[in-house]
């Protein structure tokens, strides 16, 4: 399995070239990293609180992390104020794979004190806690076949949602079921870059809430040839299978989507890594974006998934 870095997205790509190109350098700028990160008597009333207070599946992993430098926490202005939608990356400081929690976005500091509501804080530290997990354990994610099905249940419950709105898809269950597997498999071949297997088609029927037969199904999927490997071939392949979705587009779904979810959300929609980003700040009540809407179609599903996978790193 390899998950998709943010400069291989077709979302970052769009960016200008001078957005690109300035992003890249912070992101892999290991001494202005060092330089930005914060010192720990800075953050000791919202750690104090985490501490005492929380009580998420993620806490003991995510201050682990922070007590041993795998999470560096960064405040810089002038060099980190890019965009809200990296939170977080990995990067290699001193030989080693850190976890960077870009705060700068999200708070405000001076030389005594940061000033950012507890929330958010742990929030933008389990950012990058969720970005070590992953790299340090791709193959559990890859083979837990129930958080994959939580997983791919919440991200097809967020897409329908926009192709209800703009389509009203779920008029017709048969369409709705046959675009629920669809959006399924492309979480789970293009987002999370799992094989094309019967397991695969397995946990992508999970995503299926009416009572299609799972024949017809894989079919209409046969005929109609989808493509999962190209975000931008797609949705022309379900605009041209799926007679309700006749005038979707990738732009339209993307200004649906982050009117929805908010600007934050932008990657999940490629990105495993953002995805979980995404919806796991939600459970933690961040609100470092739409949350009562992600809530909402996520249900008992959110807090499956979450306490799933962060209990892959105890």
């Not at 960077?100 to 004190?113: P, Q, R």
């Not at 806690?129 to 939580?150: D, G, W, Y």
Request: contains cysteine.
């Amino acid at each position: 399995m390899a998950y998709k870095k943010l400069t291989e997205l077709t979302l970052f790509n769009a960016f200008s070239e001078g957005e690109k190109t300035s992003t890249k350098k912070a992101l892999g700028d290991s001494e202005a990293i060092k330089k930005a990160t914060i010192e720990s008597f800075k953050y000791k009333e919202q750690y104090d609180i985490i501490r005492k207070r929380f009580n998420y599946a993620s806490k003991v992993t995510v201050l682990n992390y922070l007590d041993k430098g795998k999470i560096l926490p960064i405040f810089d202005e002038k060099n980190y104020s890019i965009s809200s939608t990296i939170i977080s990356w990995l990067a290699k400081i001193d030989n080693d794979v850190r976890g960077i929690s870009n705060i700068t976005m999200f708070g405000d500091m001076d030389e005594a004190y940061l000033t950012i509501d507890s929330s958010r804080f742990f929030a933008c530290l389990q950012s990058a806690a969720i970005l070590l997990i992953l790299f340090e354990h791709q193959k559990a994610v890859e083979n837990n076949v129930r958080l994959l099905k939580e997983l791919g249940y919440i991200y097809v419950r967020m897409m329908m949602k926009i192709l209800d709105r703009d389509y009203s898809i779920n008029s017709d269950k048969a369409q709705a079921d046959k675009a629920s597997f669809c959006l399924a498999k492309f979480f789970l071949n293009y987002v999370v870059g799992k094989e094309e297997n019967s397991t695969t088609d397995a946990i992508a029927m999970f995503s299926v809430v009416n009572e299609t037969p799972e024949n017809m199904i894989k079919k209409f999927e046969k005929e109609a040839g989808i493509v999962y490997t190209d975000v931008k071939e797609f949705f022309p392949c379900l605009a041209e299978s799926i007679p309700a979705l006749r005038n979707l587009t990738f732009r339209g779904f993307m200004s649906t989507f982050i009117r929805f979810f908010g600007p934050n959300t932008i990657f999940a929609l490629e990105s495993l890594q953002y995805f979980l980003i995404s919806i796991f700040s939600v459970y933690t009540g961040a609100s470092l974006n739409n949350s009562t809407i992600i809530q909402s179609v996520s249900g008992k599903h959110l807090e499956q998934a979450f306490n799933t996978f962060f209990g892959l790193a105890r």
